[in-house]
């Protein structure tokens, strides 16, 4: 309630009058061409959102900079209905809205990306952000975009050529501390650098960044026999990354971009766990080294030709490569008098290849007809995608020598598979106020799957998805839009999941499935955006309607050991609602108050539920967090240059039961993040930030054990510039 009366509480005429920018401009100042051109893009992303026939959340460059994010993941955690999945601290796995990170499309300027993850997954953390100009989250795709999106998209927009020079960096340092002591207080760095130009016919943009960055976890677990795990994990991770566009436009008509980029990333980790009895002596330890090495790139050949009366034809091709490479040896054995002693060495190999081509051709028409306006798009996509996972996996008795090979039957397969997908959209103006945006996806999809042990290959079964959506808005006033959505939409199986396999553990038989069936889901949106030119205040509610939900099952039992797989167990649903705040406080009654701006997004899972027709039982969904809210202050006093952030991130508890009958939770985490600015001059700035700065930790019990991770507060300072 108080959120919406700072919102709606605004005396008459303040959205006239009370505008900084109109104040500011009145006494210029070093500072004041900076800031009017940050506020003119913030206005311009509002904009675009409002004026979108699409309900979309838009991230703009300003936003990107002042918060002084290093990757991708660290700008998504504070949009609304969004948290990062993975080791807690990390921002690697976006979730949207409590969906697995397998219900995301993460797209680049359009286009998916690989990413090596058996569930079609990237890693956010893996781009820098200072390649990005903006990220849209549409949460509801629209026909245009692949059908493969339950939870929504994710779209990356990078860097373009610029119109005139420019020429923008930044260097800083920092680390991780647990508030006691250091661990490596300059264990992070980062350099990166941006510039381009354009002249004439030609422009372009190169940049590149450098990021060195220390990730520790310690965790301490107590499990249901008295014993305790003390696990710490030390992780130092180097990447280089570049990217660029060369821009060609011959004539006023057409336009070729050549846009490519390299993701190189290694990862050095190293772990120890000691297991102590309830006399408190060390009953097993263990030693994990673990180096990894990512390359993903990645090269983007596009052509644009405008017709004369406004139809437009697009043609784009992409190639896509990720490769990944892993050696871990983890030694396992006793502590006797305080000194490890191993008695067993495993020792893991793998290599994992994707090799995606895209090839992307789109005519969009705009016409009248009976006096409405159309804009009339079609398009078709060539998707083909080839992956192969070798791994080997060697257990050796340190005293007698002897190694067992232990490799699983899912380490070692290839998957070729093909997408055709053709699409058609129409936005039509039915009146001045109301739009609508309707079309139809449809996607053949067909492949082969290759045991690469046994050179076995099998075909998997051909699937066709017809996935209609409508996009309705109404703008019952200039700044007031209403909008209503329906999408139908698939979420495919994961990789390995489909390997015709039999492997067997310690507990268990698993079974592959290679007929396995997409799940289907009609999702359902409903929104109320009220914009003001430099905020905005939203309220919705959504739902989804799943079928054929995957889930790993008991299917029955062999001796002492369940056989699981993973099958479509039945139905699901998830419902909801969002809500989102931002505005300038500038209609308070005192000065220094307007420089205040709130942000807040608040995002309640109000029913989360799976249909187990096998097990005759209703459980929630995976990990789904019943509220998920961010708060955060923002200053900005454009003659000083002194600007600082505070920002709260909450992640409510976290119920989930098991098919075995056992339910782990995970207690809320909540976060709190600062951030400190300094404008030197009209073209750089100091900056300081401090993450988790209250030192929260994560906590979940787990089949009676309870774990408890110490997520360090990690610092960063630093110099930005730019010309």
């Known amino acids: ?39 003119e893009q913030r206005h311009q992303g509002l904009q675009q959102r409002h004026d979108s026939n699409i309900s979309k959340v838009i991230v703009t460059r300003e936003d990107i900079v002042q918060f002084r994010d290093r990757r991708a993941g660290d700008i998504l955690r504070r949009l609304p209905g969004v948290f990062m999945g993975g080791s807690p601290g990390e921002n690697r796995d976006v979730r949207l809205r409590g969906l697995d990170k397998e219900y995301n499309q993460i797209l680049i300027n359009g286009e998916r990306i690989s990413g090596g993850g058996e569930k079609r997954e990237f890693e956010l953390d893996r781009i820098p952000a200072d390649m990005i100009e903006r990220i849209e989250i549409i949460k509801n795709p629209s026909a245009e975009y692949g059908s493969d999106a339950v939870a929504g998209v994710i779209n990356i927009v990078l860097r373009g050529a610029p119109n005139k020079f420019s020429f923008d960096g930044m260097i800083g340092a920092g680390g991780p501390t647990d508030g006691r002591r250091s661990d490596k207080y300059l264990g992070d760095q980062n350099a990166v650098f941006n510039m381009g130009n354009s002249s004439g016919k030609v422009g372009w943009r190169f940049g590149g960044s450098f990021f060195r960055n220390l990730r520790t976890t310690k965790k301490d677990k107590l499990k249901s026999n008295l014993d305790r795990e003390l696990d710490n994990e030390y992780v130092p991770t180097e990447s280089l990354d570049t990217f660029g566009e060369m821009l060609w436009t011959p004539t006023q008509s057409d336009k070729f971009r050549l846009t490519p980029f390299l993701l190189y990333r290694e990862e050095d980790k190293g772990r120890t766990k000691d297991t102590f009895g309830a006399n408190g002596a060390v009953k097993a ?70 090799t995606e081509t895209i090839v992307n051709l789109n005519y969009r028409q705009p016409f009248t007809l009976f006096d409405m306006r159309n804009l009339f798009t079609t398009g078709t996509k060539i998707r083909v995608k080839d992956r192969t996972k070798d791994k080997s996996k060697l257990d050796t008795t340190l005293a007698t020598g002897v190694t067992a090979n232990t490799t699983g039957a899912k380490d070692n397969y290839a998957v070729d598979e093909r997408n055709f997908g ?33 050179a076995q290959s099998q075909s998997t079964p051909l699937t066709t998805d017809l996935t209609p959506s409508a996009h309705l808005v109404y703008r019952l006033f200039e700044q007031t839009n209403i909008r209503a959505s329906y999408a139908h939409t698939v979420r495919r ?40 030119p430099n905020g905005i205040l939203s309220a919705g ?8 939900k995957q ?136 900056f300081f930030d401090a993450r988790n700065v209250t030192f929260a930790e994560s906590r979940k019990i787990d089949k009676g054990e309870f774990e408890r991770t110490s997520l360090p507060t990690r610092f960063f300072f630093g110099l930005k510039w730019f010309y």
């Not at 609508?436 to 799957?449: F, K």
């Not at 976060?671 to 030197?680: C, F, P, Q």
């Open 1 to 39: 309630m108080v959120m919406a009366w700072l919102f709606m509480a605004v005396p008459a005429g303040a959205e006239e009058s009370t505008d900084m920018t109109a104040t500011e401009e009145s006494t210029p100042t070093q500072f004041s061409l900076e800031k009017i051109e940050a506020v």
């Open 285 to 354: 330890a263990e030693n994990e080294h673990e180096f990894k090495v990512l390359r993903e790139p990645r090269i983007t050949a596009a052509w644009d030709h405008r017709f004369a009366g406004g139809a437009v034809v697009e043609l784009n091709s992409t190639i896509n490569l990720h490769e990944e490479e892993k050696l871990k040896t983890l030694d396992t054995g006793t502590k006797p008098g305080g000194t490890f002693t191993p008695t067993k060495r495993t020792t893991e190999k793998e290599i994992k290849r994707d």
């Open 422 to 454: 053709l699409f058609a959209s129409d936005e039509i103006a039915l009146t001045d106020k109301l739009y609508l945006t309707a079309g139809v996806r449809a996607e053949v999809i067909d492949g082969e799957l290759t045991d690469r042990r046994t």
């Open 493 to 532: 199986p994961q990789f390995d999941q489909l390997i015709p396999s039999l492997e067997e553990t310690a507990t268990q038989f698993k079974l592959g499935n290679p007929n396995l069936r997409p799940e289907k889901a009609r999702n359902y949106e409903l929104q109320v955006e009220q914009f003001w």
């Open 541 to 548: 509610t959504y739902y989804r309607q799943l079928r054929d």
């Open 551 to 686: 889930e790993e099952v008991i299917i029955g039992r062999s001796g002492a050991k369940d056989i699981v797989q993973f099958t479509n167990v039945g139905n699901g649903s998830l419902w909801g609602a969002e809500f989102e705040a931002m505005r300038q406080l500038d209609f308070l009654p005192y000065q220094w108050m307007r420089y205040f701006r709130l942000r807040a997004n608040y995002t309640w899972t109000i029913s989360s539920k799976v249909s187990d027709p096998n097990q005759l039982a209703v459980r929630r969904f995976k990990d789904t967090p019943t509220h998920i809210v961010n708060v955060i202050l923002e200053y900005l006093h454009p003659d000083t240059g002194i600007g600082f952030n505070i920002g709260m991130n909450q992640i409510s508890e976290r119920i989930d039961p098991k098919t075995d009958s056992t339910t782990k939770i995970e207690d809320t985490l909540r976060t709190l993040d600062v951030s400190v600015t300094k404008t030197l001059g009209k073209n750089v700035s100091l």
